[in-house]
């Protein structure tokens, strides 16, 4: 079974300042996607950003990029140039791409980031 | 357009009681998923269904109940309401297959038992 670790329950980050949020995985299957999920005080679940296993380059959404590293199971998440928006607990999940599975989300335990102003 | 519904947003529960959660999505997906989130220990799957008629166990399945009668709706039933059952519900829903590999989310029901 896959499985999810962030071992980081809190951090915090300066207003404007960039933050890495660590996050690795444990699978057997060559082919899965990753995702970041951000939830807001709101409790809506957001996508931040996804990556396919099968690309080598990392993602990029705006603000929010990955560090992607497929022989380590590590998938880490930076954001540049934090804003008091940015406050929420953000998940690491992994799903897998074989179609014979029930394509279920693995959640790690989430991390909470506040942003200082 | 909706994406994924859940009803009701909050609830509170005496012990031993039951209710549904309804959950009904407007994108056409295969697959559709509960899962409960707890304070510090992320999303844990309940049940989940690859297509009407289909439905399966996910990791926390003790005390609910689900079917899926249409494509479009996926209630959780709570037969006999425990405090464990104290959490937050999301519903969830995606594409078989889909190249994206992004499930949609409702906005989340909040259940108190007491």
């Known amino acids: 079974a896959q499985t999810v670790t962030q071992s980081q329950p809190e951090m915090s980050v300066q207003e404007a300042e960039t933050v890495t949020l660590s996050c690795t995985y444990d699978?057997?299957?060559?082919?899965?996607?990753l995702f970041w999920y951000k939830q807001p005080p709101s409790r809506q679940m957001i996508l931040v950003i996804r990556?396919?296993?099968?690309?080598?380059q990392n993602a990029t959404e705006n603000r929010f990029s990955v560090n992607f590293q497929k022989a380590a199971k590590s998938f880490s998440l930076k954001i540049s140039d934090s804003q008091l928006g940015d406050a929420a607990m953000y998940f690491c999940?992994?799903?897998?791409?074989?179609?014979?599975?029930?394509?279920?989300?693995?959640f790690g335990k989430g991390i909470t980031l506040s942003v200082r102003p | 357009n909706a994406g994924v519904t859940q009803t009701p947003k909050f609830r509170i529960l005496k012990i031993g009681q039951s209710m549904t959660l309804q959950c009904a999505q407007d994108?056409?997906?295969?697959?559709m998923y509960w899962y409960r989130q707890d304070p510090g220990m992320g999303l844990k799957l309940i049940y989940y269904?690859?297509?009407?008629?289909?439905?399966d166990k996910g990791e926390v399945p003790n005390g609910y109940n689900v079917s899926r009668s249409t494509t479009e709706d996926f209630p959780l039933r709570l037969e006999l309401a425990a405090p464990s059952q104290t959490s937050v519900y999301f519903c969830?829903?995606?594409?078989?297959?889909?190249?994206?590999?992004?499930?949609?989310f409702g906005e989340g029901s909040r259940l108190t038992v007491l």
């Open positions: 994108m056409n997906h295969n697959y």
């Open positions: 699978t057997s299957e060559s082919d899965y996607y």
């Open positions: 269904s690859v297509g009407a008629g289909i439905t």
């Open positions: 999940a992994y799903r897998s791409a074989i179609k014979t599975t029930n394509s279920k989300l693995t």
């Open positions: 969830a829903s995606s594409y078989a297959g889909t190249k994206s590999g992004e499930l949609f």
């Open positions: 990556q396919e296993a099968y690309k080598q």
